[in-house]
């Protein structure tokens, strides 16, 4: 019960990454040997990685570029 409700707060605060880490997270068996320290700072990680990769992925759709490019074609 606890779970869930730590997963609806974490949604309601935006962390939609940290959300799917602890989700991923909780059930996995090498983690449950974990400090609650590392476990936070894993989930901060996944939030990071989570912000970071939506930014990417505005940043390309907003450059709107046009076609594939590759090294091979730049002289």
Known sequence: MLNE???V????????GMSRGFN????RADHTE???ADFVG??????KSYR??????RLLAYARLKGQ???EDID
């Open 5 to 7: 409700q730590t997963l």
């Open 9 to 16: 707060r974490m949604n309601e605060l935006k962390l939609f």
């Open 24 to 27: 991923d997270r909780i059930g």
């Open 34 to 36: 974990l400090s609650h």
């Open 42 to 47: 894993l989930l901060v990680e996944d939030e």
């Open 52 to 57: 970071e990769n939506q930014r990417l992925t």
């Open 69 to 71: 490019a590759c090294l």
